[in-house]
């Protein structure tokens, strides 16, 4: 009893390190397939993102040398009402627009998830509109909402409505935007059918057997079982939510038309950096949205302890 | 209150007739086994009393009220499923209240219900855990207890036991009988495995092919099966069958030549070709001189109190013999075989069992 306690204390203050000639083989095996992907993230994402965090400390015109101010950009930041108006913009737009889409996507999932004849066919459609580019889908939707001549005023005045300019209404814009960029729902809804037809046939039906009606079901079986994929459309929509750009520039231009209702953060970053040349200065709001978005995330990852159910987890 | 009714009842996937046509009658109180080979439609009958599948033809009722067209939930039966099914994000406690809860019962008298299950399945320690942090047989007593709280008029089990292991399986098959006893409900169990079905029926319902085989107790489908089907799937091991003739008196004829006085019922059937089923207990080792048959040993499983002996005759059929534990046979030995024609079956070339008026 004795020696076996004192071998176990041996083998914790030094565990065996040593692999095997196999193992050896393995992890080097492994870290050269690992390897291209690392290369990658340092050179494309690591040395940007350390290079921002040092221009944005800098007055750098594109031409010239980056010349260091402190914290000069952030105090202009500070300052400048167009931030601050992109800043609302994007939040709102962000807070609407992402509940908004999980709902939509969790629906078609929903119905995508009934076994019928056609839903392969369905589920190839509604992946469809995402191979299409934001900047020609959005175009085709402006052309959709034109005021006078667009089917959709067309529709809604027929219907006796009397629809707003959805382009030119500094009230509607921004739902303009919303309704633009919640069009492709291809990979929300694909991840969400993924983790439905996660859910073991056997367990949906005892919850069946539990309780006759279906929204019992979706609330407490259905939705407490995809949550993980909720937290990661929940993640993933808000982390490109802020960075909503393509509908707001195909809508608004560079100056947010109309009355900068739909001016959004990163059009303002975009505008600082290629028409003003004042990459410090668009740097240092890269920097804010990127710490900013950061927060959000490991808050959220913070709260999902206590509402994603994870498989495996026996908690 | 719980007697359960199906009225020719019939199920198609696709062009695929998986259930042809069932009439079945279960008494209230009744513990009923659906037995059958693998794919023989069992789980399909099952899950179309739960309401899981849908009936293409027929009706189904309980208690008196057609349940046909009626959601699951509403059709007053609990099912504990094969692979447990319990939620798992849930504790054992939630898994067993979801139900109650959602159909609206005052918190305290959930607590109560829940508390009086635990105690009555012993699995009151599992109550905080999730379904992860237990054993398989944990998980079933749960999903047992997840059943039996809601009072269910009809407790449907599909295969419920089939992945516990040996010494766990009779355990929980014990226990399934005596809450069959404290509860008093109707039970419907299925299972592939005959023993389980002996072990626990009031009546079994032996189906093959999507049709009912034979319904009767236990003893009935074990001395009187009604066809060779069921002749060949009740017991362990399976009952001898061997081709006859009857000859003058009913005396019969068997296909290596022997002939011997047939039960009572093969008089007055000359010239007919039956089949002769004994159970590999009526067959005994016998000096020469007394055999009805003689082979050699290619198969003994000595199993201590008992001995079974797999003997291949001259002609190539195949016996059984279920001889006492001290029998010495060995592999390749000579043997010579007594038949006792007590509880002999005979069926007719239509399969179907000769009964003597
Ligand atoms: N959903 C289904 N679609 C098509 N065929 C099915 C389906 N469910 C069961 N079957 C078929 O029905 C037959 C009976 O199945 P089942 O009732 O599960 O048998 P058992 O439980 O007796 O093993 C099998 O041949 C099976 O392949
Ligand atoms: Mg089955």
């Known amino acids: 009893m004795a020696i076996l306690a004192k071998e176990n204390t041996a083998g914790a203050s030094s565990p065996p390190r040593r692999l095997g000639l196999a193992g050896r083989g393995e992890a080097r095996a492994g870290f050269l397939f690992a390897l291209p992907w690392m290369v990658g993230l340092t050179i494309f994402t690591i040395i940007p993102l350390l290079l921002t965090f040092y221009i944005a400390q800098t007055k750098f015109q594109i031409v010239g040398a980056p010349k260091y101010v402190g914290l000069a950009n952030y105090a202009a930041m500070w300052i400048d009402p167009a931030m601050w108006t992109s800043a609302r913009n994007t939040m709102f737009f962000a807070v609407v627009s992402v509940p908004i889409k999980l709902v939509i996507a969790l629906g078609l999932a929903l119905l995508l998830n009934r076994v019928t004849a056609l839903s392969g066919f369905y589920r190839t459609v509604f992946y469809l509109p995402f191979l299409m580019p934001a900047v020609a889908g959005s175009i085709v939707f402006m052309l959709l909402l034109t005021p006078d001549a667009g089917p959709v005023n067309i529709a809604l005045k027929a219907l006796g409505f009397s629809p707003p300019d959805w382009l030119l209404d500094p009230k509607a814009a921004l739902w303009t935007i919303i309704l633009l960029s919640l069009w492709p729902l291809g990979v929300e809804t694909l991840v969400f059918l993924g983790g439905l037809q996660n859910i073991p046939k056997d367990v949906s039906e005892a919850a069946d057997l539990d309780s006759p009606r279906g929204w019992h079901k979706l609330v407490w079986i259905t939705i407490p079982l995809i949550s993980p994929m909720i937290l990661f459309n929940l993640v993933i929509g808000i982390i490109y939510s802020f960075q909503v750009f393509t509908q707001a520039l195909v809508v608004g231009g560079t100056t947010g038309k109309p009355a900068e209702a739909t001016l959004m953060y990163m059009v303002v970053l975009y505008r600082a950096a290629f028409r003003y040349f004042n990459v410090g200065y668009a740097a240092a709001m890269a920097t804010v949205l990127f710490v900013g978005v950061l927060l959000l995330t490991l808050l959220i990852f913070r709260t999902a302890r206590s509402w994603v159910h994870y498989e495996g987890d026996s908690r | ?357």
């Open chain 2, 1 to 357: 209150m719980g007697a359960v009714q199906l009225t020719g009842v019939r199920k198609l996937f696709g062009a695929l007739e998986v259930i042809k046509g069932v009439d079945l009658s279960i008494a209230d109180g009744e513990l009923v086994v659906f037995v059958g080979p693998s794919g023989c439609g069992k789980s399909t009958l099952l899950r179309m009393i739960a309401g899981l599948e849908d009936v293409d033809y027929g009706d189904i009722r309980i208690a008196g009220a057609d349940v046909t067209e009626l959601a699951p939930a509403r059709r007053g039966v609990a099912m504990v499923f094969q692979n447990y099914a319990l939620y798992p994000h849930m504790t054992a406690y939630d898994n067993l209240a979801y139900g109650l809860r959602r159909a609206g019962m005052a918190r305290a008298e959930v607590d109560a219900r829940v508390r009086e299950t635990a105690a009555l399945l012993q699995i009151t320690e599992l109550l905080p855990r999730r379904p992860k942090a237990m054993s398989g047989g944990q998980r079933q007593r749960v999903a047992i207890g997840r059943a039996i709280v809601r009072k269910p008029e009809v407790f449907l089990f599909d295969e419920p036991l089939s992945n516990l292991d040996a010494a766990l399986r009779v355990e929980m098959r014990s226990q399934i009988a005596r809450l069959h006893q404290e509860l008093q409900a109707t039970m419907i169990f299925v299972t592939h495995d005959q023993v389980e079905a002996m072990t626990l029926a009031d009546r079994i319902v032996v189906l093959n092919a999507g049709r009912v085989e034979q319904v009767g107790t236990p003893s009935e489908v074990y001395h009187n099966p009604a066809n060779l089907f069921v002749a060949g799937f009740i017991g362990s091991p399976a009952m001898n069958l061997l081709p006859a003739t009857v000859g003058q008196g009913g005396r019969l004829t068997l296909a290596w030549g022997t002939t011997m006085a047939g039960p009572a019922c093969s008089s007055g059937m000359a010239g007919q070709s039956l089949t002769l089923g004994l159970r590999p207990d009526r067959l005994s080792l016998v000096p020469q001189a007394q055999a009805q048959a003689s082979g050699q040993v290619t198969l003994a499983e000595h199993l201590g109190d008992e001995s079974i002996l797999h003997v291949r005759l001259p002609i190539g059929q195949s016996l059984t013999v279920k001889a006492s534990g001290d029998v010495a046979a060995r592999l390749g030995d000579t043997v010579h075989l007594g038949f006792d024609m007590t509880h002999a079956a005979l069926f007719g070339a239509d399969g179907q069992a000769m009964r003597s008026a």
